[in-house]
């Protein structure tokens, strides 16, 4: 077989297009919180501040760790993977319920997420 998909280690392309999808679906999740005097009741408070806060934080490092896992992939395949995560993950969002994406719980779920994925995702970054 020849082309970019020769070289291609399937575990990081995996791992990449996973986190890809999380984090388009956890930057939908969290728009939706802003702006903070319009938004839900839940984004309201102290907790949900931290809560929002964390959430971006763990956004972002996720986004510098598939910038880094791109090393590992050929330049094609990372569009290409990335552009499937864009166009699919945020229909995910429409199927959660109304109460789950206004409220905190939702917002820990994008902190779980992201965590969990940048957890997959250490043992495929390229050093």
Known sequence: ???????VD?????????????????IVMVT??????????AARGLLSAILLNASILAILAL?????????ALPWSVS????GLAILGAPFL??????????????????????AAVLFILSDSIPL
């Open 93 to 114: 969002v429409q199927f959660l319920p109304t109460w789950f994406r206004n409220s905190r719980l939702g917002l820990l779920a994008v902190l779980v997420s992201c």
């Open 1 to 7: 077989m020849s082309g970019p998909l020769a070289i």
């Open 63 to 71: 986004l510098a760790t598939l910038a880094v896992t791109t090393l």
């Open 32 to 41: 939706g919180f802003f702006p903070r005097t319009a938004g839900p009741v």
């Open 79 to 82: 569009v290409i993977a990335a």
């Open 10 to 26: 399937y575990q990081v392309l995996t791992g990449f297009f996973l986190g890809a999808c999380v984090v388009v679906w956890s």
